[in-house]
């Protein structure tokens, strides 16, 4: 009998550990480096980037009107020779391409 409720016990902790992940999953922000990871490659579909960055705490942006907490980031991209330098803001919860702007 001991070995059955062993089993069931292990059962039961399996399943509740794996609901509580699909629900963390479900509802954490994304990361910065996975923020970073999506802004490159948007940024590649237009051609190569040779240097990225991105800030580790999200910062409240307005855009449009509306409220954001975001990500701060930048890439480097090399065109016909000559490096351009483009900064861009990503929502921490969906992790969309807010803003991007053309620097120096």
Same mark, same amino acid.
């Given at each position: 009998? /001991?070995? !059955?409720?062993?089993?069931?016990?292990?059962g039961a902790g399996?399943?509740?550990g794996f609901l509580v992940k699909q629900q963390?999953? !479900?509802y954490q922000n994304i990361t910065p480096e996975k923020a970073l /990871?999506?802004?490159? +490659?948007?940024? /590649?579909k237009q051609g190569p980037i040779s240097g990225s960055w991105i800030y580790m /705490?999200?910062?409240e942006v307005e855009r449009n009107g509306l409220m954001y907490n975001a990500y701060r980031g930048g890439v480097t991209r090399s065109i016909d020779g000559e490096n351009k330098q483009y900064e861009f803001y990503i929502d921490v919860d969906s992790g969309a391409?807010?803003?991007?702007? +053309?620097?120096?």
């Open positions: 009998m /001991k070995a !059955r409720n062993a089993v069931i016990a292990a399996l399943a509740a963390l999953d !479900r /990871k999506q802004a490159k +490659e948007t940024f /590649k /705490k999200p910062e391409v807010i803003d991007s702007v +053309e620097t120096a």
